[in-house]
């Protein structure tokens, strides 16, 4: 990861969390709900954060806000710590550029081999076809 994400730019929300949890549950917001503006950032390039976006999908919502939750612990501490790696390791994935795809041809053993699984298919498929004279 070339620059640090300023802490600046993220935004926290809390929530009651689903799932069990004891006395506390309808009680306590641990759930969080972390808010990062891709279209505001200046923190990384804009070819990282098209690669960023591709790799979430839906995680990104129409005004360009990466939404990233978490509910795994009981207190709201861990869980904001669990969405700072999840983005942590979702940045350092989109950082790396795609390695560009090198044309290579079939193997001569593989070309024999589909042609002679499609000639025994297609044999195959004749056997069934051609009717017996009854």
Not at 52 to 75: H, I, N, P, W
Not at 78 to 87: F, P, Q, V, Y
């Amino acid at each position: 990861m070339a620059t640090e994400l300023p802490l600046r730019e993220l935004h926290f929300d809390y929530a009651r969390s689903s799932g069990p949890g004891g006395q506390n549950v309808n009680k306590v917001s641990s759930k969080v709900v972390m808010r990062w503006s891709l279209d505001q950032t200046q923190a990384y390039p804009p070819g990282m954060l098209a690669r960023l976006r591709a790799l979430l999908g839906k995680r990104v919502t129409v005004g360009g806000e990466l939404v990233v939750t978490s509910d795994r612990f009981r207190d709201r501490g861990r869980n904001i710590a669990d969405c700072l790696e999840k983005l942590r390791v979702w940045i350092e994935i989109a950082s790396r550029p795609p390695v560009p795809r090198r044309a290579t041809k079939p193997s001569r053993g593989s070309n024999e081999r589909r042609l002679r699984s499609k000639q025994h298919r297609g044999a195959t498929k004749r056997l069934r076809r051609e009717s017996s004279d009854d």
